[in-house]
């Protein structure tokens, strides 16, 4: 009795709050249909196309447009059994029935009784998709599927660990359910879990494939919203308790709640506050809720009728985190010769002045002073603006030639640091260096995030380890001893080896192997090769030349890291430029059939700048015949890929203009709508997004098909990709 008291005080203060704070109101735009059936309704389900289809508990099927303003119910006759439950085929202006008798049926929009298919082969929910596709799942958890269209049925599975509370997702592709006291989603077509999330007992949850997120309201108090990438509740409070009775995303990605008093709220998925409430019918009133395609709350009453309400469209989570530092370790290896620090002054001073910053500085003072002589120097009217013109240019020298002495005494007492340990020089020897690396990463950081210190005309700010990417030390070692520490752990479980792009140096090179690490949550070592890349956007087709001859050293590293270690799962990504030192080296194991190749267990080609006809040509054939999956990043913003597509006549594989590319044993997915930097060519580290579905294809060795946040797209009926949702 106290406990319900409480529930019910919590109840009414959670309503009042909420009222306070958001200014609710009736709901506007409502209409309510009466239902002209004789028995509870036990289904009422949007079927696209402006319907809207109710059954009873006695069979009766009724249907109405909840679009018009004033709605009438029409009923449908009957044709043989009563019905037990339906489901529409929305691509076939059709609804296919489950009746009481076992059998399945497919009314067609206008015709006169339904048409009969096969006997269902499992009694219970019927769910249905696109192309003709139903599902049939019982209260056991055992399920088929079924293709109208064809008239044919898969052989019986059982769902594992099935507890009720059955939702489907992803075109019948995706079950979620209560399992003990979690909430399990599984793969549909394997019957694999997917994910377990540890939540209790469930009073109701929704699931967001698209964004992968749940929300679950537990039986015992509480809303969570629940990463589904890295299994772990997001820290957020939406401010209720144990009064929520139903749950659902939006189609803009914010959150509808309603607590049993009847307050449904509406929670902007940016930061997950509430930006709208509105009264309902209490629950003690109403059967069951649902949101229709249109983003219309449909509630079914006990009264035998149905209020549709239109929602009204809102729009992302960012998770807070606890100030401090992290220090990682990392290994590396490079054909990078070490810095010696005796750039000449003229190049020095070349490559200062030709800063973007510097340039636009410059630029502006120069303007400001001639304007200024121009007005106020009393010259000599016909050399008035000669002369301006000369003062503004001597400024301009006197200027730069100050600023560049500081910049250049503060870069020199920096150059022993451990960022300056390597230079942008090709060791022609072929000869690899290897070593050891600590970089410290900020935890008040979110995913992507990879902060450095401001420079702002060569004068850097001061570094902060709980603000700023720091790399710490630099320890060259012998690859042998590098092997026998990693070995005094045992063999790692995982191993990640990063190649980076052009215009990266060194350091940032570590630095972003550093947040992968830490991001993707590897458990076990970070390995990084550098090639001599120069850091600069004007070295662009030196830097070819040297990612041309990297490749040899690379497939040292490889040998050296894979051979000793042929448990552990090695995962490669590469990146822009480096890809085709990637390339060129599966390309040249392949030829040797080394073992090394089967060494690996995934690789990520993020932004690759590759000839497409060289990939084709070389790659495809080679890809169809070994064992590695291979996910290719590519972007239609990526201006970068753009102008280097332009520069050699020819499209990059990382841009998915004119259309992506698709090839077996490639899974390609389209970045485009997630591009965080100016050039779009940085999107693979940066996002958020991208780093959850990276996340999924290292950790989880998760196909496309069965990963969170995508959406399949095909160019014909053989070739597909996906679209990464943002």
């Known amino acids: 009795m106290k406990r319900q008291l409480l529930r019910t005080g919590l109840a009414i ?25 004789s028995a509870p309704i036990v289904r009422t389900i949007d079927a696209g196309f402006d319907k809207t289809l109710v059954v009873s508990d006695r069979g009766e099927v009724v249907r109405f447009n909840p679009s018009v303003a004033e709605p009438v119910a029409e009923p449908i006759p009957q044709a043989g059994d009563a019905i037990a439950d339906l489901a529409p085929l929305r691509d076939q202006t059709g609804t296919i029935l489950l009746t009481q008798g076992g059998d399945l049926r497919l009314l067609r929009d206008g015709a006169p009784q339904a048409e009969l298919i096969m006997p269902a082969p499992v009694r219970g929910k019927l769910f249905a998709a696109i ?35 059955l939702k489907v997702y992803d075109d019948l592709a995706l079950a979620a359910y209560q399992s003990d006291n979690a909430l399990l989603l599984a793969d549909i077509a394997s019957g694999e879990e997917i994910v377990r999330l540890p939540v209790g007992e469930l009073l109701d949850y929704d699931v967001s494939k698209e964004r992968g997120l749940a929300v679950v309201a537990g039986a015992f108090g509480g809303v969570q919203l629940w990463d589904l990438v890295r299994k772990e509740p997001l820290n957020v409070n939406l401010g209720m308790l144990d009064e929520v009775w139903y749950l659902k995303f939006l189609p803009s990605g914010d959150l509808l709640a309603i607590t049993r008093p009847g307050v ?23 059967r069951f809720a649902e949101v229709s395609e249109n983003n219309e709350l449909m509630l079914t009453t006990k009264q035998k009728s149905v209020q549709t309400i239109p929602l009204a469209l809102y729009g992302f989570a960012a998770e807070p985190a606890v100030r401090g530092a992290t220090t990682v370790e990392l290994w590396y290896a490079t054909n990078r010769l070490p810095s010696d620090g005796k750039q000449p002054l003229r190049d020095r001073y070349f490559a200062w002045l030709t800063r973007v910053d510097v340039v636009v500085m410059l630029a502006v003072v120069l303007l400001l002073a001639f304007t200024v002589a121009m007005v106020f120097a009393r010259f000599p009217q016909r050399w008035k603006t000669l002369l301006s013109a000369a003062v503004s240019v001597a400024m301009i020298g006197l200027l730069s030639a100050g600023l560049f002495f500081l910049v250049d005494r503060q870069a020199a007492t920096a150059q022993t640091r451990p960022d300056n340990y390597f230079g942008n020089t090709l060791d022609e020897s072929g000869a690899v260096a290897w070593g050891r690396c600590e970089v410290t990463v900020p935890t008040d950081r979110l995913p992507g995030d990879l902060n450095e ?5 060569g004068f850097k700010e001061t570094e902060d380890p709980e603000k700023h990417f720091i790399l710490m ?33 060194f350091a940032s090179a570590a630095k972003r192997t550093a947040q992968l690490k830490v991001d993707l949550n590897i458990d076990g070592e970070a390995f990084f090769f550098s090639w001599p890349s120069h850091g600069d956007l004007s070295r662009y087709l030196a830097d070819e030349d040297n990612a041309r001859l990297s490749a040899t050293p690379f497939q040292e590293m490889l040998h050296t890291i894979c051979d000793p270690f042929p448990n552990a799962r090695i995962h490669i990504v590469g990146h822009s430029m480096g890809t085709r030192i990637i390339h060129e080296s599966i390309r040249q194991l392949y030829a040797e059939t080394s073992p090394t190749l089967n060494a690996l267990d995934s ?15 070389e790659l495809e054939k080679i890809v169809s015949q070994i064992n590695l999956p291979i996910t290719l990043y590519a972007s239609a913003n990526d201006k970068a890929l753009i102008l280097s597509g332009q520069l050699h006549n020819n499209s990059r594989l990382g841009d998915v203009a004119p259309e992506p590319v698709v090839m077996p044993g490639v899974e390609t997915i389209d970045c485009s709508m997630v591009d965080t930097d100016f050039l779009g060519h940085g999107y693979y580290g940066d996002s958020d997004d991208l780093l959850k579905d990276l996340f999924q294809v290292i950790r989880d060795d998760r196909p496309a098909r069965r990963r969170f946040g995508l959406v399949q797209q095909s160019l014909d009926k053989e070739r597909h990709y996906w679209y990464l949702q943002p």
Not at 453 to 457: A, G, R
Not at 486 to 504: A, M, Q, R
Request: hydrophobic content about 40%; overall charge neutral.
């Open 131 to 165: 192309n003709g596709a139903a599902l049939l799942v019982d209260d056991q958890g055992n399920c088929a599927q079924v293709n109208v269209l064809e008239k044919k049925a898969t052989p019986t599975k059982k769902l594992p660990n099935f507890g009720g509370k």
């Open 473 to 505: 030390k630099v320890e060259p070692r012998s690859p042998e001893s590098i092997i026998d520490k990693v070995k005094t752990s045992g063999e790692p479980e995982e191993i990640l080896i990063f190649v980076h792009g052009y215009n990266v140096p």
């Open 603 to 617: 690789l990520v080609l993020a932004a690759p700048d590759i000839d497409r006809r060289q990939f084709h040509m």
């Open 13 to 37: 203060l959670t309503a009042i709050c909420l009222l306070g704070r958001t200014s609710a109101t009736y709901a506007q735009g409502k209409t309510d249909v009466k239902i002209p059936v």
């Open 453 to 457: 210190p401001l420079d702002f005309l």
């Open 264 to 286: 449904a709220t509406i929670y902007q998925s940016d930061q997950w506050r509430p930006i709208h409430t509105f009264q309902v019918p209490p629950m003690s009133q109403l």
